[in-house]
């Protein structure tokens, strides 16, 4: 098991630019997270999607972002345009409807995004 | 969901077990009790969740008290690679299952 594969591991752009996050999901998992951590905010839940439906999208801080997950095994989260304090690690993480792997998420190893 | 209280940072000698305490004193019957750690640039990962009974799994102990209003995460036999922030999550696992990730606790390991 190759765990949630998240894409690219780094991202530095121009402010104005569109970004796009990509994550692939454990397969099997039903549940999908956003999440961005900064050092000012700590981890915030971004948006979340229960077989690719989103659930609950209170997180998502402004209409530049939107996330989407057209089918089980992919997902992207795009700013659009960026600004700098869109910085931050953005972490992407699957769950099983019971609990996941032992009944936690799994998380994947982020994106860290500089907005210049 | 339940509130929890954890100290900022605790530290640990290599080798020594490691006892992180965690308060959450208004949960609920339906509320379980979950933790987490983060090691520096990587992903929050699982590490042991439970409800009432003591569990125990690979990675650590998790010990409830009958009350249920705190809990202890016991690593027994820390490492320098166990220093991570450690994060004490109370939720109620149904429809809404989020996980909103406090401060946590930074445990430092010394040689």
């Known amino acids: 098991d190759a765990g949630v594969i998240q894409s690219p591991r780094h991202e530095v752009t121009e402010m104005g630019q569109e970004v796009t996050l990509r994550c692939k999901p454990i397969?099997?998992?039903?549940?999908l997270f956003w999440y961005r951590q900064t050092m000012m905010r700590g981890l915030e839940l971004l948006i979340y999607?229960?077989?690719?439906?989103?659930?609950?999208d209170s997180g998502m801080p402004e209409d530049r972002f939107s996330a989407k997950m057209p089918n089980a095994s992919f997902s992207t989260l795009k700013i659009q345009p960026s600004e700098p304090r869109d910085s931050a690690v953005y972490f992407c993480?699957?769950?099983?409807?019971?609990?996941?792997?032992?009944?936690?998420?799994?998380f994947g190893s982020g994106t860290r995004l500089t907005v210049v | 969901d339940a509130k929890t209280t954890q100290p900022t940072s605790m530290d640990c000698a290599e080798g020594r077990a490691a006892n992180l305490p965690c308060n959450h004193s208004t949960i609920s019957g339906n509320e379980y009790v979950y933790w987490y750690r983060q090691i520096h640039s990587q992903g929050p990962q699982y590490i042991i969740h439970?409800?009432?009974n003591n569990e125990t799994n690979e990675m650590a102990s998790l010990i409830i008290t009958e009350d249920r209003k705190s809990s202890t995460l016991i690593l027994p036999h820390a490492t320098l690679r166990d220093t991570a922030v450690y994060y004490c999550i109370v939720i109620r696992r149904g429809s809404n299952y989020k996980l909103t990730f406090g401060k946590g606790t930074l445990l430092t390991v010394n040689p």
């Open positions: 999607f229960n077989n690719n439906v989103p659930i609950d």
């Open positions: 397969s099997g998992h039903d549940y």
């Open positions: 993480a699957s769950s099983f409807r019971t609990g996941g792997q032992g009944g936690g998420y799994t």
């Open positions: 439970g409800l009432k």
